[in-house]
């Protein structure tokens, strides 16, 4: 078992703080085994005190070394009815060093006794005074030598320790063993989980599924299976828009060769001898001419960035009545449904500054995604386009009576693949028009989206970065 490892620290640790735990032990149980061992002497004291005067006195005298050495102490007073009575005497050997009351020594007082006569290996002479067993008197009183004290506790402290050791080493084994099964094992399937994750993102089947039974490794488990479920989508996200992105280069380059062969066609058709196709033409020509320079825009860039617009002012009615009257056209090729009426509401003279082809792409991205939505109920709807100005921004508005966005095109909005408003949609109209309206400076704004419709608006920034902020303009009444 490596220290470098999650369980030997955790081993290393557990038997650490048990050993300290014990050490914090020891000094208190040292001390006790000091005070049992005074106390003996004291209790030894009294029965040969009692021995002695419960015999006839003339053969005290023959009995009383034998009490003393069998008492271990040179001397024993007793005090009885108020009279302090020295019963047993022998010699002291030498001075008295200390004297210890066990009637009234505090906690810590005694095991700095203990501490001091573990540090001093002399023998020394001391009083202890204590109360005597069974109410046999009032105080009991004795002299004896530390001899064999120190050795003794010495050797119970060694002992204890070794008990102590066994038990940490006991102790470290069942937490290790718990810690392995009960924190280390679904730690371990973790990284399993995420080292086969890192193998191979794209696969959901390496999704980790979460089943561990503690709160916390429950969590970090449904957090790590939440992170990979995002990372996965988005990657598969980027593989679908990296492998869009090069189909798109590849039908732009032909697509660009159809419609310039087209373009040719549709310039001749302006010499017609049919009014309504002289009419026709130049819309014609124009519809054309912003394919081919989308197409040539998408090669150029070979990315999903849009180029930075190209501003000039221009009537926005006009604009607005080019999207409408194909999106109309378009209502009307529909078989078996209900027209879809476009109303517009929008001063003659609003101009605006803009990229006037990015802004058609726009509108017409809106207007189409309303009418396909209108079309799909099968019954008539409208769709109204309206527009005005402030002192900031241009402001357009456009509204239908659909059948409202679903919640999942709701949460995902403006996300290419993932907000699409009907079945079979991809979600990138609405991606593309705000991307669009972020390059100018402005944002595009879900306003309501309901069982009456939906409605969103439009801000075209009147100032832009190292623009000046433009002016009003006053319409003539």
């Known amino acids: 078992m490596s220290l470098n490892t999650l369980s030997g620290r955790f081993a290393l640790l557990t038997g650490i703080f048990v050993l300290l735990a014990e050490l914090l032990i020891l000094l208190p149980s040292i ?12 209790e030894r004291a009294q029965i040969a005190s009692l021995a002695l005067l419960a015999t006839d006195e003339s053969l005290a005298s023959d009995l009383e070394s034998e009490l003393l050495e069998n008492a271990g102490v040179f001397n024993v007073v007793l005090r009885r009815n108020d009279v302090r009575q020295l019963v047993l005497s022998s010699p002291i050997p030498g001075p008295i060093s200390a004297t210890y009351d066990l009637r009234e020594q505090p906690f810590w007082t005694s095991i700095g006794d203990a501490i001091a006569q573990l540090m001093n290996p002399a023998n020394r002479v001391i009083r202890v005074i204590g109360a005597p067993v069974n109410q046999a008197g009032q105080l009991i009183e004795i002299t004896t030598d530390t001899q064999g004290l120190r050795a003794q506790m010495i050797d119970y402290g060694l002992r204890l320790l070794l008990i102590s050791a066994a038990f940490s080493v006991l102790t470290a084994l ?148 080019e999207v409408t009257e194909g999106e109309s056209m378009a209502s009307d090729r529909i078989e078996g449904g209900e027209p879809v009426e476009f109303l517009t509401d929008i001063p003659s003279g609003l101009m605006v500054r803009a990229d006037r082809d990015q802004l058609f792409r726009v509108l017409s991205n809106l207007a189409r995604n309303a009418r396909q939505a209108i079309e799909a109920t099968r019954k008539p709807g409208t769709i109204e386009i309206g527009a005005g100005e402030t002192d900031l921004e241009w402001w357009i508005r456009i509204g239908d009576t659909g059948p409202g966005l679903p919640k999942k095109a709701r949460d995902h909005l403006f996300q290419p693949f993932s907000g699409g408003s009907r079945k079979g949609g991809t979600g990138l109209g609405l991606a593309i028009a705000a991307d669009l309206l972020r390059n100018h400076g402005g944002r595009l704004e879900l306003m309501r989206s309901d069982e009456e419709g939906s409605e969103f608006m439009l801000h075209l920034p009147r100032e832009l970065a190292g623009i000046a902020p433009e002016p009003i303009a006053v319409t003539a009444p």
């Open 174 to 321: 069942l937490l290790n063993i718990a810690a392995q099964r009960l924190l280390l094992v679904p730690i371990r399937r973790v990284i399993n989980h995420m080292t086969a994750y890192a193998s191979a993102p794209e696969d959901a089947r390496a999704i980790i599924t979460p089943d561990a039974r503690l709160a916390e490794l429950h969590e970090a488990e449904t957090a790590l299976a939440a992170m990979q479920h995002t990372v996965t989508s988005a990657l598969k996200q980027k593989a679908r828009l990296a492998q869009l992105g090069q189909a798109v280069a590849r039908i732009s380059h032909d697509l660009r060769n159809i419609l310039t062969t087209s373009q040719i066609f549709a310039d001749r058709l302006e010499t017609s001898a049919d009014p309504a196709v002289r009419r026709a033409a130049p819309k014609l020509v124009n519809s054309i001419s912003r394919a081919v320079n989308l197409c040539e825009t998408t090669m150029a860039f070979g990315k999903a960035e849009e180029p930075a617009p190209s501003l000039s002012r221009f009537n926005l009615a006009q604009l607005v009545s």
């Open 31 to 42: 001390s006790n085994y000091r005070l049992d061992f005074l106390e003996s002497r004291l």
